[in-house]
């Protein structure tokens, strides 16, 4: 019965978070309208929705998303091409649990960890 999830993440700024989602990690706007204090994006198969939180203080943020990809190692070289930071406990590696994976930190401490199955 179900059949799609859009994690809802917190931002401190809609701007900072448009920038870092669409402009270095390629998804697009696919709100119908332009909310104030709320963001929908998309990219291939996967939406992420964002809900303003000004007072966040993102050391304490522990928003996570685990995304899966079919080719990690493209994702991750496209990545470091675009000069994004990966996280400094995070490059892509091979897990115990049989998933390839390496995660980011988005501007609010949100942690996206992105796996493959090996």
């Known amino acids: 019965m179900l059949t799609t999830i859009h994690p809802k993440l917190p931002m401190r700024d809609k701007a900072v978070t448009i920038d870092y989602y669409i402009n270095k990690l390629g998804f697009r706007d696919c709100g119908a309208a332009d909310y104030e204090g709320y963001l929908m994006i ?3 198969n996967i939406e992420l929705h964002f809900f303003e939180f000004a007072a966040l203080d993102p050391t304490e943020n522990y928003g996570q998303v685990y995304i899966r ?6 994702l991750y070289q496209s990545l470091l091409d675009h000069e994004v930071a990966i996280h400094p406990n995070g490059p892509l590696q091979t897990k115990p649990w049989g998933q390839k994976e390496f995660s980011l930190l988005d501007p609010d401490n949100n942690l996206l960890t992105f796996g493959q199955s090996t």
């Open 42 to 44: 998309e990219k291939d």
């Open 69 to 74: 990809t079919n080719d990690i190692e493209g």
